[in-house]
């Protein structure tokens, strides 16, 4: 059930781009773009998309998504319809597409997306030219086949800041990364309900979210930054839970599993998820969010004569046993867990079970609200 780990990883906060003029409605036919707008130099036009200027030159060389008109001993220029192709192939790399098939897409689509004026540059949260971000692995293409325009709705999507480190993660959390890094949290929140809806949430916490989040993690320790990409995936995640808690069916009658944070511990968001988890299992269940005091944890024991009882703490400094002593005693006894890398080699009072993942909390709190 830990999300900081160094292991595999992702970024947050939104930022906003406006649409304006022209729209092409056919890539293949002749393009008008030049004679209402300036072209871009390869630098310009990167810094409009948010990449590095090697990244343009890479995809015109490995896929042909360079200036249609460009001519052999000319510097390259890019009109807004060059620029609206290789918008959408951002957008498909965004969903986890390999840039061959975003490309393929990019190339063969019908329509164009409606794009800004080529001498719009586009900039970074702080007002800076975004910094680059190349095409990335190629992971194949994502499990309905190749890229087609129904994949990738219309809309603009900026790309900005390096791949996190996430050496084991798969297409879907890659995608994740990538719309997490350039604050597109409209993209990480449908990003996540696509895959809670195809694999589940137990699934898309441990396949998709934890190695973003650990990939931020380890950014932010060696970096120090990060820290507004976690937000805006934990908020998604925050989200996208209550979306699923919402659609469960009715829990079934009987004493319910409380979750709570340890006293002074801030973190919640894998307690949310495994509310979620149990949500949709059918076992009633209470969450009682971050820093939750120990009285007021005792009053809530008495209150719900829970049949268990989780207690999440992230870090040592929140992880006290003496908590755990201390909470009322209850007929019939409450079961009582821990979770959380803070509880990591801390000696426990028996009974007092660590639970070690998402899935080992599942199923342990299932058998013991249903048995």
């Known amino acids: 059930m830990g999300t900081r780990a160094p292991d595999d990883g992702a970024v947050h906060p939104e930022a906003t781009t406006t649409s304006v003029s022209p729209t092409y409605p056919d890539i293949a036919g002749p393009d008008t773009s030049a004679a209402e707008h300036p072209r871009l130099t390869v ?27 460009h001519r052999p001993g000319q510097h390259r220029r890019y009109s807004g319809a060059d620029l609206a192709r290789l918008e959408l192939m951002q957008q498909a790399l965004v969903r986890g597409v390999s840039p061959a098939e975003a490309a393929r897409f990019a190339l063969s689509a019908a329509t164009l997306p409606t794009a800004r004026p080529a001498a ?75 895959s809670a809806e195809a694999d589940g949430l137990q699934r898309t ?41 919402l659609q469960a069916p009715p829990a079934h009658d009987g004493r319910p599993v409380v979750l709570a944070s340890a006293p002074r511990e801030r973190h919640h968001l894998p307690l949310a998820v495994l509310a979620a988890v149990l949500a949709e299992r059918g076992v009633p269940c209470r969450s009682l969010g971050a820093d939750l005091p120990v009285d007021a944890l005792a009053s809530a ?15 040592r400094s929140t992880a006290s046993p003496g908590v755990i002593r201390g909470l009322p005693v209850t007929r019939p006894r409450v079961r009582s867990f821990v979770a959380g890398p803070g509880w990591t080699n801390v000696g426990l009072p028996a009974p007092v079970t660590h639970l070690e993942s998402l899935a080992d909390a599942t199923d342990q709190l299932t058998q013991a609200a249903c048995p």
């Open 43 to 69: 630098a310009a036009a990167a810094r409009r998309l948010g990449v590095a200027p090697a990244t343009l030159r890479t995809w015109d060389r490995r896929y042909g998504l360079g200036p249609r008109e």
């Open 120 to 194: 719009e540059p586009a900039r970074g949260p702080t007002g800076e030219p975004g910094p680059e971000s190349g095409p990335g692995p190629d992971v194949g293409p994502g499990p309905g086949g190749p890229a087609t325009p129904e994949a990738y709705p219309g809309g603009r999507v900026r790309v900005g800041g390096r791949m996190l480190s996430m050496p084991r993660a798969g297409r879907r959390a890659r995608g994740l990364a990538r719309a997490a890094l350039t604050m597109d949290s409209g993209t990480v929140r449908e990003l996540l309900l696509d």
């Open 205 to 245: 916490w441990d396949e998709v979210v934890r190695p973003v989040l650990n990939g931020i993690a380890e950014r932010w320790a060696s970096t120090g930054t990060c820290v507004e990409i976690e937000h805006l995936v934990s908020e998604a995640v925050l989200a996208v839970c209550a979306a699923r808690s």
């Open 301 to 315: 024991i008495r209150r719900t004569a829970p049949v268990a009882l989780v207690l999440w703490s992230q870090s």
